[in-house]
């Protein structure tokens, strides 16, 4: 931890990208789990996730990025899934 | 070449402005400064200087552009009063905690309700604490000199804080005195070039501003703060040496008016000082030694040297152009009485709330606080710390 003396002036950043360090993941309570058999691959999860946590690899959904998911529901809540079945669902953390 | 002129404060500081030639300026107008910004937008319009004007929607807004800018990389400045001042409060803090070298002019006013636009120092004494360097001014002279000062104290890179320079509405503000321009070319390579820190524009070197910072380093910060703030008056005073050598004129941490052997003292801010310092030499041609300490420099207090300047005298009379209701005493009076606690020896001291909502301070308020503070040196009697003067009973 910084002294006083340490901290940069006004607190501002100055390396770019450092939120990579701040793994925010820490904070779910929830978990998104992915059901990739009922994935239409419309990529709603990727465009409403408020964070960068939908991973997408050669233009498909790939697997969550827990270090800085937080849970917050909102993939499970805008995926269609298929056929009514959710490719998203919202599980209690630790169970 | 120094020119003598006639012109008023709101003037003296649109020329300081049109001088220091800011990149953006967030403004919103409000009497008694709207002719400050007024004058500096003609400039704008005619070329004067290279100025973007941000037009802002309220003080708020005004003071959150200006934030913006600074923070992009430019200098940038503006003025206000009164309500204004105290609608960007919010804004206020950010700024000093952001260390934007912001400078802004400020026509003391009082605030509401009642309603009222004339001078008083309620919404400078109302944002002493915001983190912003406070400076204040006598005359149109005063607000010239220290503006074109806070430029050059703002972006110091000791400093990097935004800095007020405060002078009463309308007594100031609007009156016009006898002052002596710089000639702009001189004025202009006395700030210098503007620096950046940190611009947000400079894209190759990307940062961020406005962290989120919790318990783990909140304090580091504000201990951080406090600490540039404390070196501030070193600056002030090796910028005003610089300033003299421009000008042939003198500036401190505040003025001290036949104080050296004086018995008692006033200690008054901005344009009341004048009217004080004609009553002190109508005394001192009776031989009764009374002196004058006008603070200047308002924060960072400069506690140590305002203490010294004061202990030897046997009484003081504070006077406030703004009050802390619920509080025992005006703002300036707690500062001094601060200043003076740590003394075994020190003058007895009393306050007076004076000239509020613009109410005139009389040559006979001046005198009727020196006959007092000479009579506690008599008898020791002090009728009540606190008083309002002016006031109708
Ligand atoms: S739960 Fe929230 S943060 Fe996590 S992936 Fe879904 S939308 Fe993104
Ligand atoms: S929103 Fe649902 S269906 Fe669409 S890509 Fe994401 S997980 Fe698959």
Same mark, same amino acid.
């Given at each position: 931890?910084?002294?006083?003396?340490e901290?940069?002036?006004?607190?501002?950043?100055t390396?770019?990208? !450092?939120s990579?360090?701040f793994k925010?993941g820490?904070?779910?309570? @929830?978990?998104p789990?992915?059901?990739?058999?009922?994935?239409i691959q419309?990529l @709603?999860c990727w465009i409403?996730?408020?964070d960068? !946590?939908?991973k997408?690899?050669?233009?498909?959904?790939t697997? @969550?990025d827990?270090d800085y998911c937080?849970g917050?529901g909102?993939c499970?809540?805008?995926c269609p899934?298929k056929k009514?079945?959710?490719a998203i669902?919202?599980?209690?953390?630790?169970k | 070449?120094?020119?003598?002129v006639?012109a008023n404060?709101n003037e003296?500081?649109?020329?300081a402005m049109?001088?220091?030639?800011?990149?953006?300026?967030?403004a919103y107008?409000i009497t008694p400064?709207t *002719?400050?910004?007024?004058?500096?937008?003609?400039?704008?319009?005619n070329?004067k200087?290279k100025?973007?004007?941000?037009?802002?929607?309220?003080?708020?807004?005004?003071?959150?552009a200006?934030i913006?800018?600074a923070?992009?990389?430019?200098?940038?400045a503006?003025?206000?009063s009164?309500?204004?001042?105290a %609608?960007m =409060?919010?804004m206020l803090?950010?700024a000093?905690?952001?260390r934007l070298p912001?400078?802004?002019?400020m026509a003391n006013r009082?605030?509401?309700?009642p309603?009222?636009?004339?001078?008083?120092?309620?919404?400078? #004494?109302?944002?002493?604490?915001c983190g912003w360097?406070?400076?204040?001014?006598e005359?149109?002279q005063?607000?010239?000199?220290?503006?074109? #000062?806070?430029?050059k104290l703002?972006e110091?890179m000791?400093?990097?804080l935004?800095v007020?320079?405060?002078?009463d509405?309308?007594i100031?503000s609007?009156?016009?005195?006898?002052?002596e =321009?710089?000639d702009?070319?001189?004025?202009?390579?006395f700030?210098g070039e503007?620096?950046s820190?940190?611009?947000? %524009?400079d894209?190759?070197n990307?940062?961020?501003?406005?962290?989120?910072?919790l318990a783990? /380093?909140?304090?580091e910060y504000?201990?951080?703060?406090?600490?540039?703030m404390?070196?501030?008056?070193?600056v002030v005073?090796?910028?005003?040496k610089?300033? *003299?050598?421009?000008?042939?004129?003198?500036?401190?941490?505040?003025?001290e008016?036949?104080?050296?052997d004086?018995?008692?003292?006033?200690?008054?801010m901005?344009?009341a000082a004048g009217?004080t310092?004609?009553?002190?030499?109508?005394?001192?041609?009776?031989?009764i030694?009374?002196g004058?300490?006008?603070?200047r /420099?308002?924060r960072?207090?400069?506690?140590a *040297?305002v203490?010294e300047?004061?202990?030897?005298l046997?009484a003081?009379a504070?006077?406030d152009?703004?009050d802390c209701f619920g509080g025992?005493h005006?703002?300036l009076y707690v500062d001094?009485?601060s200043a003076?606690y740590?003394y075994?020896q020190?003058p007895?001291?009393?306050?007076k709330i004076?000239?509020?909502g613009?109410r005139d301070?009389m040559p006979d308020?001046?005198?009727?606080?020196?006959n007092?503070?000479?009579?506690?040196?008599?008898d020791?009697?002090?009728?009540?710390v606190?008083?309002?003067?002016?006031v109708?009973?």
């Amino acid at each position: 931890m910084k002294t006083w003396k340490e901290v940069p002036p006004g607190a501002v950043i100055t390396e770019p990208g !450092s939120s990579r360090k701040f793994k925010t993941g820490s904070w779910r309570a @929830f978990r998104p789990k992915w059901i990739p058999e009922n994935c239409i691959q419309c990529l @709603f999860c990727w465009i409403y996730c408020p964070d960068m !946590s939908v991973k997408v690899k050669d233009g498909k959904r790939t697997e @969550f990025d827990y270090d800085y998911c937080k849970g917050c529901g909102i993939c499970a809540l805008e995926c269609p899934g298929k056929k009514g079945n959710k490719a998203i669902v919202m599980e209690e953390e630790g169970k | 070449m120094h020119r003598k002129v006639a012109a008023n404060g709101n003037e003296a500081i649109a020329n300081a402005m049109r001088i220091a030639n800011p990149d953006v300026c967030g403004a919103y107008p409000i009497t008694p400064a709207t *002719e400050i910004m007024q004058r500096f937008t003609t400039f704008v319009s005619n070329g004067k200087v290279k100025t973007e004007m941000v037009l802002a929607e309220s003080e708020h807004s005004a003071m959150s552009a200006c934030i913006g800018a600074a923070a992009a990389g430019g200098r940038v400045a503006t003025a206000t009063s009164s309500q204004g001042m105290a %609608l960007m =409060w919010e804004m206020l803090f950010i700024a000093s905690g952001l260390r934007l070298p912001i400078v802004m002019g400020m026509a003391n006013r009082a605030l509401s309700a009642p309603i009222n636009i004339h001078g008083d120092h309620s919404d400078g #004494m109302g944002a002493r604490d915001c983190g912003w360097i406070h400076l204040y001014c006598e005359n149109a002279q005063e607000a010239f000199d220290n503006m074109l #000062m806070a430029f050059k104290l703002a972006e110091h890179m000791d400093v990097r804080l935004p800095v007020m320079v405060g002078m009463d509405g309308f007594i100031t503000s609007h009156a016009i005195q006898t002052m002596e =321009w710089i000639d702009d070319e001189t004025a202009a390579n006395f700030i210098g070039e503007y620096k950046s820190t940190n611009p947000l %524009l400079d894209i190759k070197n990307p940062v961020s501003y406005g962290p989120l910072i919790l318990a783990d /380093l909140y304090m580091e910060y504000r201990k951080a703060q406090e600490h540039v703030m404390s070196g501030v008056p070193k600056v002030v005073l090796d910028i005003a040496k610089e300033f *003299e050598q421009i000008s042939g004129r003198k500036y401190g941490l505040f003025e001290e008016y036949r104080l050296d052997d004086a018995e008692v003292a006033i200690v008054v801010m901005s344009s009341a000082a004048g009217t004080t310092k004609e009553i002190i030499d109508q005394f001192r041609e009776k031989g009764i030694k009374v002196g004058l300490l006008k603070p200047r /420099l308002f924060r960072p207090f400069p506690y140590a *040297e305002v203490g010294e300047a004061l202990k030897h005298l046997k009484a003081v009379a504070v006077l406030d152009r703004a009050d802390c209701f619920g509080g025992s005493h005006g703002p300036l009076y707690v500062d001094i009485a601060s200043a003076l606690y740590n003394y075994a020896q020190r003058p007895v001291l009393i306050n007076k709330i004076f000239g509020l909502g613009g109410r005139d301070y009389m040559p006979d308020h001046a005198e009727y606080v020196i006959n007092e503070l000479l009579q506690i040196t008599k008898d020791g009697k002090v009728k009540s710390v606190k008083e309002y003067i002016g006031v109708r009973e």
